[in-house]
């Protein structure tokens, strides 16, 4: 087995270790938006969790590049708000060109065909094709800094105020979410992605 103190890995092989390792990670396809431009931006991220069973809370991190925060944290940390989507296969290409590093002054979403649905609690309209979305406002922002107090990644806990699911991938008598008619995508590292592939169950253990 190969032995590695992280002490001893540059920031790219540690980041490679860790992206390679922590597989499939969900994407959160964020909306959020600038209103100065007056444009909304998109962006994927899949360093993107849950964080708690009492309060609706979806967390998300988002790296910063060069110390320079990305245009969805500084649009989240200015409004507030934010659109959490999950991406489905059909919306993979799309999502993609999301990634593209655009101008704060450019909506990534004009590389693409999707369109836009208002929201019914905060002002970021969501992507309207995605079969899941969240609408949710800032309940904290933890910087994470270096050892010299340089902020590295914006980590950000969103509060979700409301849920939108597609009949076609919601069980409404059982409340279940239907995995194999929402077919996610799931994000391996480098340019790698996986689709959902077989669903298994086990019973948990009583005591």
Known sequence: MHHFKTQDLSVK???KLLTGSVIPRPIAWITSLNKEAGIV???PFSFF??????IPLLTVSILRTAGKAKDTAENILAQKEAVVHIVSESLTVNMNETSAPLP???SELDRTDLSLVDSSSVEVPGIKEALIRFETTLYQHIPIKDDEGTVLTDH???????VHLDSTVFDAEKEYILPEALRPVARLSGT????LGKIFSITRPQN
């Open 13 to 15: 092989q540690q980041y």
């Open 41 to 43: 931006n998109a962006a």
């Open 49 to 54: 969790s849950v964080a708690s069973n009492q």
């Open 104 to 106: 704060s002054t450019e």
């Open 156 to 162: 950000f806990l969103l509060k979700v105020t409301d």
């Open 192 to 195: 790698a992605y996986s689709e």
